[in-house]
């Protein structure tokens, strides 16, 4: 499952952190690449541990999870701490898959990758390029997003970054461990608690709602790892 979020963070939020960027020491984004994605990676990252980073990440998490839509489609168990990347100068990521495991720098846990995410705090018109191309079962989708708003797709499908021509594509990038590890499941979750949550708009007190409601947890109940 592919899905889109508007507005993640506001227009003044991006603005405050995009002047946080502004003069920050970007350096070469293999750092945290794997062997396979470090021969097509060319970009810029902040270190993991730099102060903005950690301050725009908090921000960006702290929106997530008043976001009932991203917790009923990824039911997050454990979140990644968001890093930021940067393309200009023809910069580009060819097609990798991402690492399955990440170690939290400084922290004894890890994260398993089932959800990939992008934030993006560049607007489209202020770059040429740069679009992220994921591959499903369907096709491949183009994304290319307005600043503030984030894209979730499932870590285990091909992806790209095509190359930026003209401007700067700044975004956040980070992974998401769910409690529902199959992608198959969490999407029939999601559409089923979609579904309650609309019968529930329309007809408010209908038994069905209410045993519906039912199946959703004892299928979460069937499926989640805590
Ligand atoms: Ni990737």
């Not at 507005?7 to 945290?32: K, M, P, S, Y």
């Not at 089932?114 to 390029?129: H, I, K, Q, R, V």
């Not at 209908?206 to 959703?216: D, E, F, I, R, S």
């Amino acid at each position: 499952m592919l899905l889109e979020f508007p507005e993640i963070l506001t227009n003044e939020q991006v603005a405050e952190c995009r002047q946080a960027l502004e003069h920050a020491d970007w350096v070469d984004g293999r750092v945290t690449a794997g062997y396979q994605s470090a021969m097509v990676k060319h970009n810029m990252q902040l270190p993991e541990d730099h102060p903005a980073a950690r301050r725009i990440g908090e921000t960006i998490l702290d929106s997530l999870q008043r976001n009932n839509l991203f917790m009923s489609a990824a039911l997050p168990l454990k979140v990644f701490p968001p890093l930021l990347n940067r393309y200009e100068g023809g910069h580009a990521f060819g097609a990798h898959v991402d690492n399955a495991i990440r170690q939290v720098n400084g922290a004894a846990f890890r994260v398993r990758s089932d959800l990939s995410a992008t934030l993006f705090f560049t607007n489209p018109e202020e770059y040429d390029g740069g679009e992220l191309l994921v591959e499903d079962t369907y096709g491949v989708h183009q994304v290319k997003l307005p600043a503030g708003h984030m894209v979730l797709y499932p870590s285990s499908s091909l992806h790209q970054v095509r190359p930026v021509t003209r401007g700067a594509r700044i975004a956040s990038f980070f992974w998401i461990q769910s409690m529902v590890r199959d992608d198959g499941q969490r999407t029939l979750l999601f559409d089923l608690d979609t579904a309650i949550q609309r019968l529930r708009e329309d007809l408010r007190d209908h038994p069905a709602a209410l045993q519906l409601t039912g199946v959703y947890h004892n299928l979460l109940r069937r499926w989640a790892e805590t």
